[in-house]
């Protein structure tokens, strides 16, 4: 490969293992070959759909290519579907391989390859295309589950930046009490629990265990009737970020009727700053999931809407 573009900033996706690893592993690379330490910034898929691309050169991971991406000095590494071609941008891209692999690879090829990172590398891989039938696939749902409940910078904060400090972590040990303990007792809980969105689309309510991992089985044994199933989670400034499941690659067609994104059957996005709780959360989903019937020329209002809301609601 000829030498590649010197970023002024390395951008990559918040949300989970694979966009933490691939970004650290960028940052190595740039500072291996241009001797300096690249400001790295996160994004979870609304915030990065707004952000404006003002870098003349950037490297980016974890994110779908897109036409405002494709930029001379632009290298883009990722494994979501695309139907944009690169014709100024490097693009790297396949859909077999997770974004943190397709960075590895890079950093391999530049001499930056130790053991701790091969595994490292292999878990995010399994856990991210959710291989399940990989012999490590618990193993790599904990160490997954790492940024999930503790939070891509304060992950970042307690390992330094550096990614070998996340192997072998005393707080996987948590994440495996939780998934042997606290699984199976929210997966009997939400399968009784789940709210009707539309007749395709089911909200699974949680109140405790692995989210992803019991969404999976319920999608697995076809304990409800839905194609999409959809969980809420409310952060701490009250944004509300949406999360679709299915077996069969209609996540990604809900998600992005949200604005969202990600895979065909694991996408996310997140909810209007309107939104601030559970109930809105539903409320909402519902709205634009069931387009109400036009009236008058004008959609029913939202008191309307409100006054339609039916059956079980999830909690605050």
């Not at 990559?12 to 592993?25: A, K, P, Q, Y």
């Not at 241009?34 to 915030?47: C, G, I, K, M, Q």
């Amino acid at each position: 490969m000829a030498s590649l573009p010197r970023p002024e900033i390395i951008l990559t996706h918040e949300s989970d293992l694979d966009g933490l690893l691939s970004g650290l592993l960028l940052r190595r690379l740039a500072r291996k070959l241009f001797e300096t330490d690249v400001r790295l910034e996160a994004h979870h898929y609304n915030s990065w759909k707004q952000r404006q691309l003002r870098e003349r050169a950037a490297w980016v991971s974890d994110f779908s290519f897109e036409p405002r991406m494709d930029r001379p000095d632009w290298l883009i590494l990722d494994h979501h579907t695309t139907e944009t071609p690169a014709k100024q941008a490097w693009l790297i891209h396949d859909l077999a391989k997770s974004a943190s692999l397709l960075c590895y690879e890079l950093c391999v090829a530049n001499g930056l390859a130790k053991p701790e990172l091969d595994r490292l590398v292999h878990l995010s891989n399994v856990v991210d295309l959710y291989l399940v039938e990989d012999p490590d696939f618990e193993l790599a749902c904990d160490y997954g589950n790492l940024v999930k409940t503790y939070g891509f910078w304060s992950l970042h904060a307690l390992i330094e930046g550096n990614p070998e400090r996340l192997l072998n972590h005393p707080l996987l040990e948590v994440m495996a009490v939780k998934r042997r303990v606290e699984d199976p007792l929210g997966f009997d809980w939400s399968r009784k629990n789940v709210v009707d969105i539309s007749p395709t689309v089911g909200f699974v309510d949680t109140v405790v265990g692995n989210v992803n991992s019991i969404v999976h089985r319920l999608l697995r044994e076809q304990a409800t009737p839905y194609q999409v199933l959809v969980t809420l989670f409310v952060k701490s400034n009250r944004t509300v970020i949406a999360s679709f499941r299915s077996q069969n690659g209609e996540a990604l067609k809900a998600a992005q009727q949200f604005q969202g994104g990600g895979h065909a059957n694991a996408s996310g996005a997140t909810l209007p700053r309107s939104v601030q709780t559970l109930e809105d959360g539903v409320l909402y989903l519902r709205q634009v999931l069931n387009p109400a019937p036009k009236k008058d020329g004008a959609l029913q209002s939202l008191e309307n809407a409100f006054a339609a809301l039916e059956g079980k609601v999830p909690r605050s």
